[in-house]
Structure formats: C-alpha cells, structure tokens
C-alpha cells in the first residue's frame, strides 16, 4: 500500500466516523415477546426446522421428490 492509498483511506475513514449516526438508517427496535408468544414461536421454529429437514432428506434420497420440491 503507498501512502497515497493509506493517506486516502485514512481521511475517507474520518470523514465517515464524523458523520451523526441520524445519517444511517436505525432498525426498528423488536417487540418483546411474552412467554406465551415466545413458546408459539419456539414451536413454530422448530416445526419449521423438521419440515425443511424432512424435504431436504426425502429430496435427497429420490423418495416423493415432487412432494419435496
């Protein structure tokens, strides 16, 4: 790397620290989740995750690929 390159780099990389952090846009914060709520979507995961499971290994295996698909 020459000194042009670092020099560069340098001033692109403070002029970027010196911007307001209002310039970026901000996540939404996410809603927290009660126990019930948390427990639904635990279980929805997890039957998701058996599902694609599933699919991939039958799909894998030639066994009711249409189905897989």
């Known amino acids: 790397m020459?000194?042009?390159q670092f020099c560069?780099?340098?001033l692109g990389?403070?002029?970027l620290?010196?911007?307001p952090l209002a310039a970026f846009p901000q996540a939404a914060p996410t809603?927290?989740?009660d126990a019930v709520q948390a427990t639904n979507m635990a279980w929805l995961l997890l039957m998701l995750s058996h599902l694609i499971t599933?699919?991939?290994l039958q799909r894998g295996q030639a066994i009711?690929?249409?189905n897989a698909q």
Request: aromatic residues 10%; hydrophobic residues 50%; neutral net charge.
């Open 2 to 4: 020459d000194r042009f």
């Open 8 to 10: 560069a780099g340098l």
């Open 13 to 15: 990389g403070a002029a």
């Open 17 to 19: 620290a010196a911007l």
């Open 31 to 33: 809603p927290r989740l």
């Open 54 to 56: 599933n699919a991939y």
């Open 64 to 66: 009711a690929s249409d």
